[in-house]
């Protein structure tokens, strides 16, 4: 299980942290994920990072998104920075067993429900 929290609505220049705690699986063995998705486009990854500490971050957000895993809070983090209208959107926290730093949708197996961001100009 995957529980988000953090999504609010901010100016266009603003920061948000995004948290997501994970429960029932081992934190050692997942990579995990931050993905999004608009209204009416498909989810895309933004930031991922596997069970070695190795992450990946979208163009889109390189440079302002930054992922990070605190493992004995159980907590995956999404530090956004220098936010634009369009990175609003429903981000989601994902978590698989082993699948490195993929940034494809279909790799995960496990979601979160969601949390709502956005940004105004």
């Known amino acids: 299980r995957l529980v988000e929290s953090g999504g609010d609505s901010v100016q266009a220049g603003e920061s948000l942290k995004l948290s997501c705690t994970g429960f029932?699986?081992?934190?050692?063995?997942?990579?995990m994920g931050w993905f999004r998705q608009a209204p009416g486009k498909e989810r895309e990854g933004v930031a991922t990072?596997?069970?070695?500490?190795?992450?990946r971050t979208s163009n889109s957000v390189k440079g302002r998104f930054t992922i990070s895993l605190d493992k004995d809070k159980r907590t995956l983090y999404l530090q956004m920075n220098s936010l634009k209208p369009e990175d609003t959107g429903i981000y989601y926290c994902?978590?698989?067993?082993?699948?490195?730093?993929?940034?494809?949708?279909?790799?995960?197996?496990?979601w979160g429900q969601g949390t709502q961001v956005t940004v105004s100009s």
């Open positions: 990072i596997d069970n070695y500490g190795n992450f």
């Open positions: 029932g699986f081992d934190f050692h063995l997942y990579a």
């Open positions: 994902t978590a698989d067993y082993g699948r490195g730093t993929s940034l494809l949708a279909d790799e995960y197996k496990y």
